[in-house]
């Protein structure tokens, strides 16, 4: 991530700047629920993006709603009062941190993320294979700072089963998050093409501690919440056109005699598709407001795809 700023001209009282970086479409920037940045007395504005190949400045009037993912700018119009766009400057190249397991490649993030409502740094040393081939994904303090692990697939893989082996997740803190998931980042609708398999409290020590969930999770009949017993666990889900079929079993395989844990089976608002990912996310929820957060590492056995 960088900074960027500017200055507007003859700005009104209530009117602010919304800003959009483009890395294949227009994303907003910082994040999708710090969608503004302020106006300062001297005329001047300045928050930190995500890196793009080109970045946008709009004035906006009060009132205005933006959306999170867009492939083209607002034109001036419907709140929008000034666009201004600039090419991102040459740099030398990012060189992501790429681990392979399983049989596949993943990409290890570095940018943070506002995963679970609240910014959260990634490093991405928080994220080894060792030589057994297992997983591991850590979150702890670095620098004073909370940093998080995720690893999203460099290919998409469309319909079939998404199979993850996990070892014990019972030491997580209440509002330690474990993302099983798949989705498709390059959706500019805010209707996120998503399936979910969480481990998490969510910040409640006496509430449930896992749930299968077809995106948006505030849908009631879109969420299935169950209790994940502690050692370890094979989360899956089929997806097929119309259908997702979630289910996790004890022990390390979904052989005819692994014990059920939970299952569940959604029939609405299920993804059709395009450009989705595999992806395995360590995070902190809402960590800012949890002080007494420790460090955290989880193991991933194996992940599998069957058509």
């Not at 009037?61 to 959306?67: D, F, K, L, M, Q």
């Not at 910040?203 to 009949?221: D, I, R, T």
């Amino acid at each position: 991530m960088g900074y960027i700023e500017g200055r507007v001209t003859g700005f009104m009282p209530g009117q602010q700047v919304v800003l959009y970086a483009h890395s294949g479409i227009w994303w907003i920037q910082p994040f999708a629920n710090h969608p503004f940045t302020n106006i300062q007395p001297d005329s001047t504005w300045r928050n930190s993006t995500h890196l793009g190949t080109d970045y946008a400045a709009l004035l906006v009037a009060p009132g205005y709603r933006p959306t999170s993912k867009v492939a083209k700018l607002p034109v001036i119009g419907d709140g929008v009062l000034a666009v201004v766009t600039v090419q991102g400057k040459p740099v030398a190249p990012v060189v992501s941190k790429v681990i392979h397991f399983s049989g596949y490649d993943w990409t290890v993030r570095t940018a943070s993320n506002d995963r679970g409502g609240e910014p959260n740094a990634y490093d991405p040393e928080n994220a080894w294979v060792d030589a057994q081939g297992y997983l591991h994904l850590r979150m702890q303090q670095s620098d004073g700072e909370w940093t998080c692990a995720e690893v999203s697939m460099t290919r998409s893989l469309g319909y079939g089963s998404y199979i993850f082996v996990v070892q014990d997740t019972g030491h997580l803190s209440p509002t330690g998050v474990l993302g099983l998931y798949t989705i498709d980042d390059l959706r500019t609708d805010d209707v996120r093409a998503e399936l979910d398999i969480e481990l998490s409290r969510w910040g409640n020590p006496a509430s449930k501690n896992a749930q299968f969930v077809v995106q948006p999770f505030y849908v009631p009949e879109n969420v299935a919440r169950f209790m994940a017993p502690n050692g370890v666990l094979t989360h899956m889900f089929r997806w097929e056109s119309g259908r997702a079929s979630f289910k996790t079993v004890r022990g390390s395989g979904l052989s005819a005699g692994a014990p059920t844990v939970s299952e569940h089976v959604f029939t609405s608002g299920i993804p059709i598709p395009a450009n989705e990912a595999a992806h395995i996310d360590l995070y902190d929820f809402r960590h800012s407001r949890n002080s007494s957060q420790q460090p955290v590492e989880v193991v991933i056995e194996k992940f599998e795809f069957l058509p």
